[in-house]
């Protein structure tokens, strides 16, 4: 008999591939009665229009025509008491419970034995599994078991409500209701554009459905699939042969029997007809991959159940064919939103970033690096949206809105109307704020600081320039290694660095030594750890490896020779020894420069990043030993909270806003004051106009923030006063929560009409 653990993956598999909602709550009802021998099975469902009714939305086992009739509301009865308290029940006779609310037409008085099991995800209590027996009552194994399984059905119906959402638009034209998803605000902005779906290498659940339209798409799409089908079949046969000298003749005998499945009729055949539907060739493969494998999966017997891995692994050798020939094919439309489960910096570097309006990610929250380039770019990014059913999205309408964090799915004509209104008004406020460009940084009341931009993504400065910064005040170097195959010569990085040092003459620009690890990875140098953030990265990597720190630092110095206006700048600094032993390092490189150039070299500035909470506690003895510090708010949020800023599922948790923060950046603050050390913050709260506020407030003397970002953080600090903000910081600080933080300055900034800078519209 299989395990429970066994029966549980097999409902939680049927369901992850179900097409609708629907169809994944008739599988779990239907699965569950045999797996448990119970005699009814219902689920209810929040209603999506009201949020305290529930609906049963499947049953068997009760008479027919209960579904969509019984409705219940959160507290009433015993299914509204499960959902109300948010814990199971078990009852051996419900009828005389006191919250027992009686359906006469629903047949279930025979079954008076009852369990109630809330289905939950991140806190939110979506619906509710009933059982009900007969006779044998439920035991505390039965409550173990189907609440593990609630748990991991909580993540498959929210991915089925959001894909069979999806499915709805596609087939039902007079669909009355759009896609509404949610994520968290990864960028500021509203744009709207056509869904692009990124394909993370090639999985078979990942491929998009792209539909295809006309004879020509159709003949071509066979063709692709015929042509991979062939290819597979021939290196199948090739591989059988050469595997007969080093392998027994049954271990051979597969790669002939994979290749014989390819001669199936009804694999090759579902596909074809799923690409007559109008299916691009992957995806219709896919759909008839997973369907077949589902067909083994669900054998009882072992040896079967074991043949769907083999039909997924030829699945996978096909599809990888055929990607390969749609690699470099990619048309994107002329106004695009990238859509996908990761999108990476590369990534971005490979899409025509002229027609890019916004990103939209499953994973990430909006500290993560691709969030910051969205902010680079001045374009939305929406992270974090869990189950986001991006194989069903390209081509799509998407708009989307960076300030809440939504995504509108192919908005229907008036929800689009209105959508378009907002647009335009967002439209007009970064069109005002462009007059801004040449005016000072300065308070009401005089007080004047200075505005860098963060740097790095794109090899064109000019929106940096444009945007009126007066220097750069981070330049993450790391992200010219990371497009590349492997570490970039010392030749390759003068030529970054000079450039850049070039285009902003006269001005400073903080050139950070490399920062890899955590969730910036080098293709080329593959690191495995556990806790990434907590491990190799930064300055950690640099001081192992001298050679890359030198090289850089060597490629930093040449560039600097006659500009003059290189300061490096030193990550994830945890202790004094680190800055040291760099700074030992970074005399050698200019020691090694004079000799090999025969002139004399000034000593560019040298700062440390606080990001890392052991640093405030020694700032006073940090800015000693360096000429500058720069805060990186992002990594001390993360640290100070243990929020991973990548993990969406802790990303409502991730504010640099929240009271601890505010006091720790104070105390590093008020540290460099005593040491008369120059303070810059360039982690993202420096670009946020709430977080502009907090900062001024503490009396920094400049931000550093992405290109986008420092004309809304410039019209915030021209619309208060040194006094008002030090006056608010010192109230917001001893808040209780970053909510009320944030509600707070949002009210200081629509009290002054500036509501426009966060959120859509004006
Ligand atoms: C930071 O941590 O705030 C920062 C600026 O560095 P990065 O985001 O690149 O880690
Ligand atoms: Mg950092």
Request: proline residues 4%; aromatic residues 6%.
């Amino acid at each position: 008999m299989p395990s429970l653990i066994h029966r549980l993956q097999k409902i939680v598999n049927k369901v992850d591939h179900a097409p609708d909602i629907q169809q994944a709550l008739e599988i779990i009802v239907e699965n569950l009665i045999d797996a448990l021998k119970i005699d009814t099975c219902s689920i209810f469902i929040i209603s999506p229009t009201e949020n305290d009714l529930l609906v049963l939305m499947a049953n068997r086992g009760l008479n027919e025509g209960v579904v969509g009739k019984i409705k219940l509301k959160i507290g009433t009865g015993l299914v509204g008491m499960v959902a109300e308290k948010a814990e199971p029940i078990r009852l051996d006779n419900a009828h005389t419970h006191k919250n027992y609310v009686h359906f006469e037409f629903s047949g279930e008085d025979a079954f008076p034995i009852f369990m109630g099991i809330p289905i939950i995800s991140q806190r939110k209590i979506l619906g509710v599994l009933v059982l009900q027996r007969a006779l044998l009552p439920f035991d505390s194994d039965d409550e173990a078991f189907m609440t593990t399984l609630a748990t991991q059905l909580a993540n498959a119906i929210t991915h089925a409500r959001s894909s069979g959402e999806i499915a709805e638009l596609l087939t039902d034209v007079n669909a009355s209701i759009s896609c509404t998803l949610t994520g968290v605000a990864g960028a500021p902005g509203l744009t709207i554009g056509q869904a692009v779906v990124i394909n993370p290498g090639v999985s078979l659940h990942n491929v998009a459905d792209k539909r295809i339209a006309g004879n020509e798409q159709t003949i071509h799409e066979l063709e692709v699939f015929d042509a991979a089908v062939d290819q597979v079949k021939q290196s199948l046969y090739e591989q059988a042969e050469r595997m007969k000298e080093s392998l027994p003749s049954e271990e051979c005998a597969i790669f002939i029997a994979y290749a014989q499945m390819l001669d199936s009729g009804s694999l090759l055949e579902d596909t074809s007809q799923r690409i007559q539907q109008g299916h691009w060739a992957p995806y219709a493969w896919r759909e008839t991959v997973l369907e077949h494998a589902d067909v083994f999966t669900s054998m009882e017997d072992e040896y079967l159940a074991e043949r769907a891995n083999d039909i997924l692994d030829l699945g996978r050798r096909v599809l990888l064919y055929m990607m390969s020939k749609q690699v470099g094919q990619q048309v994107f439309p002329e106004k695009f939103v990238l859509v996908g489960e990761q999108i990476s910096a590369t990534d971005l570097a490979s899409v025509p970033l002229k027609g890019l309006q916004a990103i939209v990610t499953e994973h990430g929250s909006g500290a993560s690096h691709v969030a910051i380039l969205a902010h680079a770019l001045g374009i939305p990014a929406i992270m974090g949206v869990t189950n986001l059913p991006y194989t069903q999205m390209d081509g799509l309408l998407v708009v989307a809105d960076g300030y809440s964090g939504k995504a509108y799915i192919d908005p229907k004509q008036d929800l689009l109307n209105d959508l378009n209104v907002y647009i335009a008004e967002e439209q007009l406020v970064t069109n005002s704020l462009k007059e801004l460009k040449n005016k000072p940084a300065v308070t009401t009341d005089g007080y004047r600081v200075s505005l860098y931009v963060n740097s790095g993504l794109m090899s064109d400065h000019t929106p940096s320039l444009r945007s009126g910064a007066e220097g750069v005040g981070l330049y993450r170097t790391e992200i010219p290694f990371q497009i590349r195959e492997s570490f970039p010569s010392e030749d390759d990085q003068y030529r970054i660095y000079r450039e850049v040092l070039k285009t902003f003459e006269g001005m400073p620009v903080v050139l950070r030594t490399l920062d890899v690890g955590g969730d910036k990875p080098l293709s080329y140098f593959p690191i495995k750890e556990d806790n990434p953030f907590l491990g190799w990265r930064g300055i950690r990597i640099t001081l192992d490896h001298p050679d890359i720190f030198i090289t850089q630092v060597r490629a930093m110095m040449r560039a600097n020779v006659g500009l003059e206006n290189l300061h490096i700048l030193l990550p994830m600094i945890s202790g004094l020894q680190e800055l040291d032993d760099a700074l030992i390092l970074i005399h050698r490189a200019k020691d090694e420069i004079e000799d090999e150039l025969g002139i004399p070299l000034r000593f560019p500035h040298i700062g440390a990043m606080i990001e890392v909470p052991s640093s405030i506690f020694q700032i006073d003895e940090i800015c000693q030993l360096v000429d500058f510090i720069s805060i990186g708010t992002n990594d001390l949020t993360q640290y100070l909270l243990a929020v991973d800023r990548n993990n969406e599922s802790v990303a409502e948790l991730f504010s640099s806003l929240h009271p601890s923060v505010l006091r720790a950046l104070e105390m590093i603050i008020k540290g460099a004051g005593r040491q008369n050390t120059p303070v810059s913050v360039c982690g993202e709260l420096a670009g946020d106009p709430m977080g502009v506020m907090a900062l001024m407030g503490m009396g920094i003397e400049s931000l550093s923030m992405s290109a986008g970002s420092l004309p809304r953080a410039k019209k915030v600090i021209r619309s208060f006063s040194l006094s008002e903000l030090s006056e608010y910081v010192a109230i917001a600080k001893n808040m209780t929560d970053a909510q009320d933080v944030k509600s707070f300055y949002i009210e200081k900034l629509d009290d002054r009409g500036l509501g426009g800078l966060i959120r859509a519209g004006k």
